[in-house]
C-alpha cells in the first residue's frame, strides 16, 4: 500500500507545475515574513529558532529534490526473453 501511493506521488511530481511551485515556495520561505517570525530570542534545545527552521527547512528541500530526481530516471527497458520469442 505505502508503495502505491508513492508511485502516485512521484507521478504528480513529474509536473513541470511541481517543479515551479516549490521553486517559489522555497523562495517565499527564505524572505522577510518567515524570518521574522522565527528570528526570536527563544531557544529550543539550546539552538537558536532560525537556526532548526533554517536545517529543517534545507532537509526538507533536499527530499523534494530528491523525489524530483526519482521522477526523472527512466525505467529499465524491457528484454524480450527466449520464451516470449517462441
Known amino acids: 500500500m505505502p508503495y502505491q501511493f508513492v508511485q502516485k506521488l512521484l507521478q504528480r511530481l513529474q509536473l513541470?507545475?511541481?517543479?515551479?511551485?516549490?521553486?517559489?515556495l522555497g523562495n517565499?520561505?527564505?524572505?522577510?515574513?518567515f524570518l521574522r517570525i522565527f528570528n526570536q530570542p527563544?531557544?529550543?534545545?539550546?539552538?537558536p529558532l532560525l537556526f532548526i527552521y533554517f536545517t529543517l527547512g534545507w532537509a526538507i528541500s533536499i527530499f523534494v529534490v530528491y523525489l524530483f530526481t526519482l521522477t526523472l530516471e527512466e525505467p529499465p527497458e524491457q528484454q524480450d526473453t527466449p520464451e516470449e520469442q517462441a
Do not use: Q
Open 16 to 24: 513541470r507545475e511541481a517543479w515551479v511551485i516549490f521553486f517559489v
Open 28 to 33: 517565499v520561505m527564505i524572505n522577510f515574513p
Open 42 to 47: 527563544v531557544s529550543v534545545l539550546g539552538y
